[in-house]
């Protein structure tokens, strides 16, 4: 067994895919709409799904917003370098909730930016010692 995905609901989809693509730097793997149920599927990730776990980004149509809750919390991407990966993703227009910094009550680097529709996802750089990692 394995994770394959994560699906976030998104308001406008190509808003979402220029995120992951151009600032997170994702590549689409494949897209799918579904006239009958009016919606439209968009995958993205790192690598190929058959490889890892991707981001599976579900834009029904016609849905612009939705309320985010307060039981998701982040998706998590390791990074070389987070202050780096900070300063590249404000370069591409990409907003950082976090700048780069030793997590609470630890030691690993970690940062948060935000997707368009209110996703965060954290940076978590390179070496990073799982056990000190918030649950």
């Known amino acids: 067994m394995r994770i394959l995905h994560t699906m976030l609901r998104v308001g406008d989809l190509d808003r979402s895919m220029q995120f ?3 600032v997170l730097g994702m590549q ?3 897209r799918k709409d579904y006239p009958e149920g009016k919606f439209t599927l968009a995958f993205v ?3 190929d799904e058959s490889a890892g776990a991707v981001i599976e980004l579900t834009y ?3 849905v612009r917003t939705y309320e985010l809750g307060n039981a ?3 998706i998590a991407i390791e990074v070389e370098n987070a202050a780096e990966a900070c300063a590249a993703i404000k370069a591409r227009g990409g907003r950082v909730v ?3 910094g030793p997590m609470q009550h630890g030691q690993t680097v970690i940062a948060f930016v935000e997707d ?3 996703y965060r996802i954290e940076l ?3 070496g990073v010692a799982f056990d000190e990692h918030p649950a």
Do not use: C, K, S
Request: a negative charge.
């Open 20 to 22: 992951y693509t151009e």
């Open 98 to 100: 976090r700048e780069a």
């Open 124 to 126: 978590i750089e390179r």
């Open 28 to 30: 689409i793997l494949r």
């Open 116 to 118: 368009p529709d209110g």
């Open 45 to 47: 990730g790192y690598q």
């Open 60 to 62: 029904n149509w016609g």
């Open 72 to 74: 998701f919390g982040h």
